[in-house]
């Protein structure tokens, strides 16, 4: 029986993981006597995702390396299969990730300056829960304040290869024509 063809192997690798695997630790499915070059194995994903488009499965390039997902465009299909909702978070959870995400190493002080309020020990503690922050160090200042950054968790579920891939604040910032200004009015229910 022959070998299977590289892109094969490593697309049912892929799909069995179930989590992004790097170029690594994809050149590692193979025995030591056979194991591909680095730039092998990248060739044979470009022909992957090559092979995958149009399809209802996608190859996708984020920060911990490779993962076949669902494209956008068959998520209110595929979003069906799960009765629960998905987590939905506050606007202040979601202001102070995006204020970690641009701002980082940040402390929890210079969090609160920035939004103008104290901040919830419940949000960080989500944001860590979730594995979106972390404390990457303490600040050399009076009372040592932790100083937190984002994940390599935050930048995969965000499908993100790194921080450049955040948009600028230019981008969030100036509505046009591609960039429509955000109706950021949440209509109030039940009369909260």
Not at 125 to 153: C, K, N, S, Y
């Amino acid at each position: 029986m022959s070998e299977p063809a590289m892109e094969n192997i490593l697309h049912a690798a892929l799909l069995a993981a179930g989590e992004p695997l790097s170029v690594e630790r994809l050149q590692s499915v193979f025995p030591d006597e056979a194991m591909p070059e680095k730039k092998a194995v990248e060739m044979a994903l470009q022909r992957l995702q090559q092979s995958l488009e149009g399809s209802g499965v996608e190859l996708r390039q984020v920060a911990s390396g490779y993962r076949l997902q669902v494209p956008e465009v068959y998520a209110p299909w595929v979003a069906r299969l799960w009765e629960e909702k998905p987590t939905r978070y506050s606007r202040a959870v979601l202001e102070t990730l995006a204020i970690i995400a641009y701002r980082q190493p940040i402390t929890r002080g210079e969090i609160e300056e920035i939004r103008g309020v104290a901040l919830s020990s419940q949000i960080m503690r989500t944001l860590q829960e979730r594995g979106w922050i972390r404390v990457a160090g303490h600040r050399d200042a009076p009372g040592r304040p932790a100083v937190f950054a984002t994940t390599r968790d935050f930048l995969d579920y965000f499908n993100l290869s790194s921080l450049r891939d955040l948009p600028t604040l230019m981008e969030i910032a100036e509505p046009g024509p591609e960039h429509p200004e955000l109706d950021l009015e949440v209509p109030v229910q039940g009369g909260e």
